[in-house]
């Protein structure tokens, strides 16, 4: 239905409902005049009006036919036009957009064995924990909506460690400060609201931004995990790249 014949047809509905309440206003409402004693001669019409009742009234065919055209354009009203309350609409569409972020629909990579890290600059990363159930559900699915965004730009990436012991935290924090500042607790990695991330090329793992083609690949990182309302390591005092985590630290001097 057009927006015109709509304003038309509620237009008509309007006053349908105004005739009708000016009906039964006047004609069951409104106080009935002074008795008047009817003449003997018009006694048995009188009394015949009275046995009627309101059925009598003469303005109550015309009722009739209000209300016939009332429900009638109700009706019609009702075909052209979606009557679903407004909670339901956003329930509706509040599953639309769960239904998107589902785990389901967005596979996480498979986890790195490994020796893939053995003799490599990052040798304390083959005892990392890459499993991806161990992180928060809501802050997994935005990392995998991240991990989404970043292969539509052609840069793939894989998981290098997500939820943490504040063991190995606390091992972490007494290699020294270039690895970590945060002691045991103090991460988002015991939460698992954080993740540790690093591009792939050719199938293999290139974790340093030194590497011009990485370097891209973390940018673009930082660039989606913000857009996404995610904290990048990268703004950081000790930079870290690869890093990201659910937005409850300042993100300048968030720990990793």
């Known amino acids: 239905m057009t927006p015109a014949a709509l304003l038309a047809l509620m237009t008509v509905l309007a006053g349908l409902l105004a005739g009708l309440s000016w009906l039964a206003w006047r004609y069951f409402l409104m106080p009935p005049a002074p008795p008047v004693r009817p003449a003997p001669a018009r006694l048995a019409s009188s009394r015949l009006r009275g046995r009627a009742g309101w059925l009598a009234q003469p303005a109550f065919p015309l009722a009739l036919v209000c209300a016939a055209l009332g429900i009638g354009a109700a009706g019609l009203l009702g075909r052209h036009m979606d009557f679903a309350p407004a909670s339901l609409t956003s329930f509706a569409q509040g599953e639309h957009i769960r239904h998107a972020l ?34 928060d559900p809501v802050f997994l699915r935005q990392v995998l909506v991240l991990l989404a965004r970043l292969e539509a730009r052609g840069y793939g990436f ?12 606390e091992s972490l924090a007494q290699a020294g400060p270039h690895v970590t500042q945060a002691r045991a607790m103090q991460s988002r990695h015991q939460f698992g609201l954080a993740a540790d991330l690093a591009p792939l090329r050719d199938g293999r793992v290139v974790i340093s931004e030194r590497d011009p083609w990485a370097w891209q690949a973390y940018q673009a990182l930082g660039e989606e995990a913000e857009a996404l309302g995610l904290t990048w390591g990268g703004r950081w005092n000790l930079r870290d790249y690869g890093h990201v985590e659910a937005p409850i630290l300042s993100p300048r001097t968030g720990s990793s």
């Open 102 to 135: 589902r785990p389901e629909s967005l596979v996480p990579p498979p986890p790195l064995p490994p020796s893939v890290f053995v003799g490599t600059e990052r040798p304390e990363l083959a005892a990392a924990d890459r499993d991806w159930n161990k992180l």
């Open 158 to 169: 894989t998981l290098l460690e997500g939820w943490r012991s504040p063991e190995r935290q």
